[in-house]
């Protein structure tokens, strides 16, 4: 959320294209193409710059499913590993 300038609470729930830089858009629409074939998740490390300073996140996209178990959506889940290594 702090990379988006905007609170977490905010982001939840929001369509990744109202959200990413169209750089990353891009990259994530790849990942997703990925899970919607292999209908796995993938977790994958992200590295791009934020006013200047190199953020890195280990990020997952998964698929959402239905009762019917076809995917209906993707999910991301992200971290940001600069905040770990900080600690």
Not at 47 to 72: C, M, S, Y
Not at 78 to 84: A, K
Request: aromatic content about 6%; glycine content about 6%.
């Amino acid at each position: 959320a702090n990379r988006h300038g905007a609170p977490r609470s905010s982001l939840i729930g929001q369509k990744v294209k109202n959200v990413l830089t169209s750089s990353s858009l891009s990259y994530y629409l790849e990942k997703e193409q990925e899970v919607i074939e292999s209908r796995r998740p993938t977790t994958f490390e992200e590295v791009f710059l934020n006013h200047g300073k190199e953020v890195r996140i280990l990020a997952t996209v998964f698929p959402i499913f239905d009762q019917t178990g076809k995917i209906t959506s993707t999910g991301k889940i992200s971290i940001d590993l600069n905040s770990l290594s900080n600690k």
